[in-house]
């Protein structure tokens, strides 16, 4: 059963950091792209990021590039996401997924953050 | 970027009748590798994170029931969920896999009149 568990949400500060971890099982986590989507509580999804299975080729939403680094440790089956300058808008819950095709098949249950001072 | 749309924002249908979603691409979504559309749809119900229930614009996941059904073809795509079921109320979104950034339509809440 393919289990998508993501971890690190918390309240953080304006201009602050934070680093989201996403622990994959129940699949050959290497061999797929994965992906990291936001949603705002009472909100829409928004796509934020991505990652080959080598995590060597990534791509962001204009609103994080630059600020939003998406990572990978195959041999611990887990994605990451680090945060940096933080804002009030990035403030939602975070969830990581696995790609098929530009869809996203398999969805962890988030993980929130907030900022805010 | 590609915009999508989706209309109407939401919809209220009795027990056992017809529920359709339109969802609008700004520009064609079409895979030249298989000539099929890249447009998934999602359900998402209240707290949990959003399922799958079709890509390539019609192809239903495993597990999903055939009430479900996608159509389209150019930039106009429908989900038609033929009986609505109580277990059905929920946020469902189009997506475009495209090219990235990847888009999601702004969601239609579907509910029970």
């Known amino acids: 059963e393919v289990q998508l568990v993501e971890s690190g949400g918390d309240l953080v500060q304006p201009g602050g950091s934070l680093r989201l971890s996403c622990a994959a099982s129940?699949?050959?986590?290497s061999q797929w792209w994965m992906h990291w989507v936001r949603q705002v509580p009472g909100k829409g999804l928004v796509?934020?990021?991505?990652?080959?299975?080598?995590?060597?080729?990534?791509n962001y939403a204009d609103s994080v590039k630059g600020r939003f680094a998406v990572f990978r440790d195959n041999t611990k089956n887990t994605l990451y996401l680090q945060m940096n300058s933080l804002r009030a808008e990035d403030t939602a819950v975070y969830y990581c997924g696995r790609d098929n095709w530009g869809t996203v098949d398999f969805w962890g249950q988030g993980t929130l953050v907030t900022v805010s001072s | 970027d590609i915009v999508m749309t989706q209309s109407p924002d939401s919809l209220a249908v009795s027990l056992g009748e017809r529920a359709t979603i339109d969802c609008k691409s700004s520009?064609?979504?079409?895979?030249?590798?298989?000539?099929?559309?890249?447009l998934a749809w999602y359900q998402q119900k209240p707290g949990q994170p959003p399922k799958l229930l079709i890509s390539w614009a019609s192809t239903r996941e495993s597990g999903v029931p055939d009430r479900f059904s996608g159509s389209g073809s150019g930039t106009d795509f429908t989900l038609t969920i033929s009986s609505l079921q109580a277990e059905d109320v929920a946020v469902y979104y189009c997506?475009?896999?495209?090219?990235?950034?990847?888009?999601f339509g702004p969601g239609t809440k579907v509910d029970v009149k």
């Open positions: 520009q064609s979504i079409l895979h030249s590798s298989n000539n099929k559309h890249s």
């Open positions: 997506q475009q896999c495209y090219t990235t950034p990847l888009t």
């Open positions: 796509w934020v990021s991505r990652i080959n299975p080598a995590g060597i080729t990534t």
């Open positions: 129940g699949f050959t986590f």
